[in-house]
């Protein structure tokens, strides 16, 4: 069956994409005029041809970016972000600085803001396994977070917690090692960076490491000690937490600092040294900083996060890891705390817990494990292997302009895909890993800023990335089951549909996915959408319960009160045998019923900044 069967476009006809907008040499204007116009008539913008001097060009360093319509300069580089410098030497809170707070907290319409269906998202239940009592906090302003925290947490438009937040800030409050599990676009980010720099605001001078007066002497530099270290997988999520970071550290004395491949690692390494409180770091690059004592020292941390934690303890990243942790429990305060985050779950999860997680950690879970939130409209439809590129044509200009992330299954298509969208009229721009990181860095703010709304990649940008208004996930190429697709499938339709917005989801299938179908078939009968001919046969029964046949299974098994007895691998059991299972405003308006209505008790005041 096939659902795109018409125009079929010959593999010849790749001869178009010469000049196109992917790697390729020179880029020109569109090589299908009749499709370019077609494109127009429907909406879409002008393709923007590459500018390589920009990247080639390092005089073009730091220059304003004027296509934006904000006042945002935009730095050449992730790590040259402007942040708050602060001595601490008008007291605790520092000045206003006009300038930057528009730079960190302006641009609002360029944030992803609550959806129409944000109520519907903070009624998830979540359960929380802990043997002490944790009262979630609905909003900021009772969270007992530092004052400069709640500041900026206004500033950013935050007032009501998520679920995952509503619960892991009074935990990480109170002290706890926490496992966060939650939805894509659920608010993790800041469920570990509000608790975790709230509780260091005011006291960065006493337990912070070095930090040299630049005013006194611009050439002074120290060891960079920080007291809270982020790990993530990608070069592009870890931006995007520092950015964060960047902002919820405003008027304080914490200094965020990036260490990310392919970015000059000399000017990485000078910004480490002008002093660190928070680390924000890909695990390559931090190894490499780690093997230098005189550059970077572990032994203050009072944070190590894992996000993403799941992919990070993949094959891959593994020895990174074990080095990180290693490096990481080697801090000599004794209140170290460790904070795992993912929206997807791994076995493994369980060994690393044991090892590094006090005994008593938290572990909270926001609906099923490895779920896709209910705003998506998921469609998968039938498209042969040779038809794909036309039915991707037909099908964006049969969908209104929007910002849409296509998926493709390797580098070399994601040069194809562009280059054939592009000679065909559409406003791409894409990434991968063959591309230098300053053209990443600039294929992501074209997309975020809209200047080019289709944005093709790999499904290394699937998990985390966190942008405003994408309307439209296709995957073009559906991931591979034995490359944990299913898991993947979650996080790259998990760029739309955020925080309570509607977004749809498109996958083209066929005979190549089939392994996927029963996980497909479990997930649409799951969130109520149509079910295609093609995936009856894999539907589960109207009676039985779903089965995803993955970890998550097995995690609600071990994680919820449910089922306390199960034991993992290495013989133990996940719990301690005090799971406190509450549902979240399971009837009723979230914002009018507390969420705290099974457990009113606040814990948090006896433990905040
Ligand atoms: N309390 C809040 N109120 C309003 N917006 C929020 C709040 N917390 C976070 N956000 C916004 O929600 C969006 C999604 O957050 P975030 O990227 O942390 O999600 P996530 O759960 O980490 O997603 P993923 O699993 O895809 O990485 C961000 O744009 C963030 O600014």
């Given amino acids: 069956?096939?659902?795109?069967?018409?125009?079929?476009t010959p593999e010849a006809d790749l001869g178009l994409r010469e000049a196109g907008n992917g790697n390729a040499a020179a880029p020109g204007p569109p090589r299908d005029a009749e499709a370019a116009a077609r494109a127009r008539e429907k909406g879409w913008s002008e393709p923007q041809p590459l500018d390589y001097n920009r990247h080639a060009n390092v005089a073009t360093r730091g220059n304003a970016d004027t296509s934006s319509n904000t006042l945002v300069e935009v730095p050449k580089w992730a790590h040259d972000a402007a942040k708050y410098e602060y001595r601490g030497e008008a007291g605790i809170l520092g000045p206003v600085m006009a300038d930057l707070e528009l730079q960190l907290f302006g641009g609002t319409e360029m944030r992803l803001k609550k959806g129409v269906r944000w109520d519907l998202q903070q009624k998830?239940?979540?359960?929380?396994?802990?043997?002490?009592?944790?009262?979630?906090?609905?909003?900021?302003?009772?969270?007992g977070i530092h004052p400069a925290m709640l500041e900026n947490c206004k500033k950013l438009g935050y007032n009501d917690t998520t679920p995952i937040q509503a619960y892991t800030i009074p935990a990480v409050l109170l002290g706890h090692?926490?496992?966060?599990?939650?939805?894509?676009?659920?608010?993790?980010?800041?469920?570990?960076?509000?608790?975790a720099l709230s509780k260091l605001m005011g006291k960065a001078k006493k337990l912070g490491g070095p930090r040299p007066d630049l005013s006194t002497d611009p050439g002074a530099r120290v060891r960079a000690e920080p007291l809270i270290l982020v790990v993530a997988p990608t070069r592009e999520l870890c931006i995007q937490i520092f950015d964060e970071a960047r902002r919820l550290c405003y008027r304080s004395m914490l200094r965020p600092c990036i260490a990310y491949g392919g970015g000059p690692i000399r000017e990485q390494r000078d910004d480490?040294?002008?002093?660190?409180?928070?680390?924000?770091?890909?695990?390559?690059?931090?190894?490499?900083?780690?093997?230098?004592?005189?550059?970077?020292?572990?032994h203050r941390l009072r944070f190590t996060v894992i996000d993403e934690a799941d992919e990070m303890l993949h094959e891959d990243w593994a020895e990174d890891l074990q080095e990180i942790l290693a490096g990481a429990d080697a801090s000599q305060d004794s209140q170290h705390q460790y904070l795992l985050f993912s929206a997807t779950f791994d076995k493994r999860m369980r060994t690393l817990a044991k090892r590094?997680?006090?005994?008593?950690?938290?572990?909270?879970?926001?609906?099923?494990?490895?779920?896709?939130?209910?705003?998506?409209?998921?469609?998968?439809?039938?498209?042969?292997?040779?038809?794909?590129?036309?039915?991707?044509?037909?099908?964006?200009?049969?969908?209104?302009?929007a910002r849409t992330l296509i998926f493709v299954k390797s580098k070399k298509m994601v040069d194809i895909v562009d280059d054939y969208l592009y000679n065909r009229g559409l406003p791409t721009t894409s990434i991968h890993a063959d591309r230098t990181q300053l053209e990443r860095e600039d294929a992501i703010r074209s997309f975020r800023i809209g200047k080019c709304p289709i944005l093709i990649t790999t499904g290394v940008s699937a998990r985390g990335l966190d942008i405003n208004n994408v309307m439209h996930v296709i995957n073009y190429d559906l991931p591979s089951i034995e490359y944990n697709g299913k898991d993947e499938y979650i996080h790259r339709i998990g760029r739309t549909g955020r925080l309570g917005n509607i977004g749809a989801a498109t996958s083209f299938y066929n005979e190549a996915d089939e392994a996927l179908a029963p996980f497909l078939a479990a997930l649409l009968v799951e969130n109520d959408q149509a079910i295609p001919d093609f995936l009856e046969e894999y539907a589960p029964p109207a009676d039985q319960p779903l089965n995803f046949d993955d970890d998550s299974a097995d995690e609600v098994?071990?994680?919820?009160?449910?089922?306390?007895?199960?034991?993992?691998?290495?013989?133990g059991t996940w719990g301690n045998g005090s799971a406190d299972v509450v549902e979240v405003a399971k009837a009723g308006p979230a914002a009018d019923t507390a969420w705290g209505g099974t457990d009113t008790s606040n814990d948090v005041g006896g433990a905040s900044w």
């Avoid at 979540?126 to 009262?135: M, T």
């Avoid at 190894?287 to 004592?293: L, V, Y």
């Avoid at 779920?371 to 964006?396: C, E, M, P």
């Avoid at 071990?558 to 290495?570: I, L, M, Q």
Wanted: hydrophobic share 40%.
């Fill in 272 to 298: 480490l040294r002008k002093g660190c409180d928070v680390l924000i770091a890909t695990p390559g690059r931090l190894r490499d900083f780690m093997k230098d004592p005189s550059l970077l020292a572990l």
């Fill in 557 to 571: 098994d071990d994680f919820g009160a449910e089922n306390n007895t199960n034991t993992d691998d290495a013989g």
């Fill in 356 to 401: 590094y997680l006090a005994q008593n950690y938290v572990r909270i879970r926001i609906g099923r494990i490895g779920s896709t939130v209910s705003t998506i409209t998921q469609r998968i439809v039938w498209v042969d292997g040779n038809k794909k590129k036309d039915a991707l044509y037909d099908l964006l200009l049969d969908s209104p302009p």
């Fill in 1 to 8: 069956m096939a659902d795109w069967d018409n125009s079929a």
């Fill in 177 to 195: 090692d926490v496992i966060g599990i939650a939805q894509t676009g659920s608010g993790k980010t800041g469920a570990f960076l509000i608790p």
């Fill in 124 to 143: 998830i239940q979540a359960i929380v396994e802990s043997v002490h009592k944790i009262s979630p906090v609905m909003s900021l302003e009772d969270a």
